[in-house]
């Protein structure tokens, strides 16, 4: 039994998932987002109980990845195709509508949305990759789908709780949209190398990194609400890269 402990939290991630993207083609983002946000909790607990109770196995890392493409992957693209719907059409439309269409009849415009479908597709890959990719042990290549999943998820966090008319210029404009779902796509496999967001132990010699960043995080967080969330994100890749030197000879290759 104390080796399933792990994977039930995994499951819970999982099912986090499937709840997020549920609400996500219902239209409700902002429980999507939250949803997405208790899976990612789950999902840092995962690991952290299976070094813990020693029980780490190749089928809670493959479990792990299955409920990460569907938490931070499927969710997060169904957020993003919602957003470009509200976008295009100013409304949320039912799939059978678009798809029933003739493309003549409604235009291309129509099929602009499912752009968003890159994003679960670059987390697969990125995903499959993390897996078999013997380099990415104790840091990683690339944006980790959790935090490509939070950015996305924040918009609806931010519009929802920090709405401004500026803001939803920004938030539904249809070229932002797109450039997001580009940017998202290439950045989840992108030869960037970032430093992992887990713990390998609580000392600050070989956490520095993570520790700096939870720190700017909570100073962000709290003067800023979900709008430090994009921010962070930045923080981490900057700190990622202008530290890769010092980051790497705490955690060898």
């Not at 269409?101 to 890159?118: C, E, H, I, M």
């Not at 840091?139 to 966090?157: E, Q, R």
């Not at 950045?187 to 609580?202: D, G, I, T, V």
């Amino acid at each position: 039994m104390r080796a399933h402990i792990p994977n039930l939290i995994t499951s819970a991630n999982l099912i986090c998932g499937v709840v997020a993207a549920l609400f996500a083609i219902s239209g409700d983002l902002v429980i999507a987002a939250l949803f997405m946000a208790i899976g990612m909790v789950f999902d840092f607990f995962d690991g952290l109980v299976a070094r813990w109770l020693k029980v780490q196995g190749p089928l809670g890392v493959q479990l792990d990845s299955m409920a990460d493409l569907i938490t931070f992957g499927l969710a997060p693209s169904l957020v993003l195709m919602q957003l470009m719907q509200m976008s295009f059409y100013g409304e949320i439309k039912p799939l059978t509508e678009v798809f029933t269409a003739r493309a003549w009849q409604v235009g291309l415009d129509s099929y602009y949305p499912f752009l968003a479908l890159l994003v679960v597709v670059a987390s697969a890959f990125r995903l499959a990759k993390f897996n078999i990719d013997t380099r990415q042990t104790t840091h990683f290549i690339g944006l980790p789908t959790p935090a490509n999943a939070m950015m996305i998820a924040s918009l609806p966090l931010i519009f929802e709780y920090h709405y401004t008319p500026e803001l939803e210029e920004v938030v539904f404009n249809k070229w932002f949209l797109i450039g997001l779902t580009l940017f998202s796509t290439y950045a989840l496999n992108a030869p960037w190398s970032l430093f992992s967001l887990k713990f390998s132990s609580l000392t600050w010699k070989a956490n520095k990194h993570l520790f700096v960043l939870l720190g700017a995080a909570i100073v962000l967080i709290s003067g800023l609400g979900y709008r430090a969330i994009p921010l962070i994100l930045l923080v981490y890749i900057v700190m990622s890269l202008a530290w890769k030197k010092q980051w790497l000879q705490q955690t060898p290759l």
